[in-house]
């Protein structure tokens, strides 16, 4: 298996614009989870979901933020309009029946 | 709610030196419990986990833990590092009828020649 896979790795952008996050989980896992990572607030949940569906999206910053899955093997985080301090190293994670979570490489957001 | 508290931020030590990084937990049910290591510019890789049986949970790359649930601690040890362990290691806790992993702030750890 490929594992967790995101894209853009990286993304810079500047302040007002719109950003788009992607992953795609492991084939078969029926939980996905946004993570964000800063160095002032470490890794932070910002939502997940169970068989596509949003289950806790509490740690959702605000409303500039939105994340959907639209199917098992795809989901999305958009930012817009984005700000500097979105700048953070997003993640994405997997896991099966709420086992141990797999990760992917992360996207750096830069905004500047 | 369940937290994590990882005491140490920074560890420095030197190649082939043991190493133990602490993490103590609060939680009012039970809990699973993990150790993840983060390379610079890589995601989060499980080291090892504790669900149910054994205190002492061996994982990959040498490293080992045991849970204490009497202290509610899960400290990660290794006997011999090695330069390539010097990474970020991240404890985090999980109730065992929840989905959401809460993790600790991360030790940072050195290893130098």
């Known amino acids: 298996d490929a594992g967790v896979i995101q894209s853009p790795r990286h993304e810079v952008t500047e302040m007002g614009q719109e950003v788009t996050l992607r992953c795609k989980p492991i084939?078969?896992?029926?939980?996905l989870f946004w993570y964000r990572q800063t160095m002032m607030r470490g890794l932070e949940l910002l939502i997940y979901?169970?068989?596509?569906?949003?289950?806790?999206d509490s740690g959702m910053p605000e409303d500039r933020f939105s994340a959907k899955m639209p199917n098992a093997s795809f989901s999305t985080l958009k930012i817009q309009p984005s700000e500097p301090r979105d700048s953070a190293v997003y993640f994405c994670?997997?896991?099966?029946?709420?086992?141990?979570?797999?990760f992917g490489p992360g996207t750096r957001l830069t905004v500047l | 709610a369940q937290s994590v508290t990882q005491l140490d931020s920074q560890v420095p030590v030197f190649e082939e030196a043991p190493v133990e990084l602490r993490c103590n937990y609060s939680?009012?049910?039970?809990?699973?419990l993990f150790w993840y290591v983060q390379y610079p510019n890589q995601g989060l890789q499980l080291l090892l986990k504790?669900?149910?049986?054994?205190?002492l949970v061996k994982g990959i790359n040498g490293f080992e833990a045991e849970f204490n649930k009497s202290q509610t601690s899960f400290h990660l040890r290794k006997p011999s590092v090695h330069i390539s362990d010097t990474a970020e290691y991240f404890c985090?806790?999980?109730?065992?009828?929840?989905?959401?992993?809460?993790f600790g702030e991360g030790t940072q750890l050195t290893v130098n020649p």
């Open positions: 985090a806790v999980i109730k065992t009828s929840g989905s959401r992993l809460t």
């Open positions: 979901f169970n068989n596509n569906v949003p289950i806790d």
């Open positions: 939680s009012s049910v039970s809990v699973y």
């Open positions: 504790y669900l149910s049986g054994s205190t």
């Open positions: 994670a997997s896991s099966l029946h709420r086992n141990e979570q797999f």
């Open positions: 084939s078969g896992h029926d939980y």
